[in-house]
């Protein structure tokens, strides 16, 4: 699952490919919403953890493993 998250006041987003299910992920981001001085976290598929602190959360994008990214000219 890859999950992009846009920060308040930053250009870019945090993408992170996980293993964890977009309900799993959904529960998170509900809780930490729920009150802003908490902080999400996430760990990618190689372990590493990232945290975004829930004031700053813009805005959370699930995209499923299946969703048939393609690689060059490919459609």
Sequence with gaps: ???RI???FHP???VVDTDETADDIQAKV????ADDDRVLWL???QG????VPGERIAFV???SSTS???VGFAR
């Design 1 to 3: 699952m890859e999950i």
């Design 6 to 8: 846009g920060v308040v």
């Design 12 to 14: 870019g987003e945090i």
């Design 30 to 33: 509900d809780e930490v919403m």
């Design 43 to 45: 760990t990618d598929k």
């Design 48 to 51: 590493n953890r990232v945290g």
């Design 61 to 63: 994008h699930l995209e």
């Design 68 to 70: 048939g990214k393609t």
